[in-house]
């Protein structure tokens, strides 16, 4: 399947079954994410979806492909994608994964990792690996990187300025930082950013709430703070199941800045 890079062509998404749709859409309605710690929450709350997960995402977590067309790919570079699930922004990249020296898959689900794995040894791709790890402890072995992407995970991460912290650390100065996430805008958003009704900035962040999902006015803000902003698209998308309403998301694209 893969080729003299070690990338193959695109995969073959996994076959859509009713069970895992009801497995998932279960998960989701009857909150399935308790436990004493975060770890324990994830995992209770991914392991019964881990199968039917990419099939059911592709139809809410929009953005990904975007996002990774506008992303550089930095030749025997480094990329980390923190909060990478089963993997599936490697496969955005196409061709271009190949151009990476090494490219991490981060997550603290063992669940979804496995199929990260699983993703990797089907594909050949010998520059890839998954790490069991806290995105907002992780540190590449090469001890920098040049490309750090996050896709819907900065909402999970209860943490998520560590998060975003730990991202800066790791980036090479003039590196780049490409996220993907919903979110809910400020009262007063500043000039340029999309402006929300009170009954989305109340409603999405109580509807996710649920499932541990924090849909949060202040990720842009403090992206556009920490980092130079190279591109933005403030959004909404559609919901499985839920046709007449659209959720809120951003694409993001910044540089770390090259002090002076
Ligand atoms: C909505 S999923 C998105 C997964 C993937 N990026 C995608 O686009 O399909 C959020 C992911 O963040 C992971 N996550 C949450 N908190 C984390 C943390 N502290 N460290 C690493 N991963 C985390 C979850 O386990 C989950 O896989």
Redesign the pocket.
């Known amino acids: 399947m893969s080729d003299s890079a070690g990338v193959s062509s695109p995969a073959k998404p996994q076959p859509w079954r009713l069970s895992d749709e009801l497995k998932i859409v279960g998960h989701i309605l009857f909150n399935r994410s308790s436990g004493s710690t ?1 770890e324990e929450r ?1 995992e209770n709350f ?1 392991s019964g979806q881990a199968t039917g997960y990419d099939a059911f ?1 592709k139809r809410m ?1 929009h953005g ?1 492909e975007e996002l990774f067309q506008w992303l550089p790919t930095v030749p025997g570079g480094v990329w980390v ?6 993997g ?2 490697a496969e955005n990249w196409g061709p271009r994964l190949a151009e990476f020296q090494k490219g991490y898959l ?4 063992s669940s ?1 990792l496995k199929i990260a794995e699983a993703r990797i040894q089907t594909r050949g791709w010998t520059n890839m690996a998954a790490v069991h ?4 402890k992780f540190l590449p072995l090469e001890g920098s990187a040049d490309v750090v992407t ?4 900065l909402t ?2 209860p943490d998520w300025f560590a ?1 975003l912290d730990q991202a800066y650390k790791m980036l090479k100065p003039g590196g780049t930082i490409g996220i993907v996430d919903f979110f809910v805008a400020r009262k007063y958003p500043a000039d340029g950013l999309a402006k929300h009704k009170w009954s989305t900035r109340t409603f999405w962040p109580m509807w996710f709430g649920n499932d541990n999902v924090f849909l949060n006015p202040d990720h842009i803000p403090y992206l556009q703070n920490r980092f130079e902003t190279v591109k933005i698209s403030q959004r909404r998308g559609t919901l499985p199941y839920m046709p007449f309403v659209r959720v809120p998301h951003y694409l993001f694209m910044g540089r770390k800045r090259v002090e002076s």
Do not use: Q
């Open positions: 975060h994830l991914y995402r977590l990904r994608d923190l909060g990478a699930g089963t599936e922004n981060v997550d603290l689900s979804l790890a806290d995105a907002t996050m896709s819907y995970s999970m991460i998060a």
